[in-house]
């Protein structure tokens, strides 16, 4: 019997999936980082205060979206 795994992200606001997303949307190029809160109204982590999962979510978010054809991108 073979099991799929998953992984689920935090998709909320603001999270590292989000802003992954919204860096490769906007073109502004990968740059991992992340708001504990609501974006810019929070602190923001940076890639070198993340965690590996962290890290993870960011690049999943950042490659999703490049992936989708009708993901704006320019």
Known sequence: M???MRTYFDARHGGPYDRGTADS???RGRS??????ASYDSP???E???TPF???EYNAGFDDNESDPNARKN
């Open 44 to 46: 923001m982590v940076e």
């Open 48 to 50: 070198k205060d993340m």
């Open 32 to 37: 991992p980082h992340f708001f504990r809160g």
């Open 25 to 27: 949307w906007y073109k």
């Open 54 to 56: 962290e890290l993870k």
């Open 2 to 4: 073979l099991l799929e």
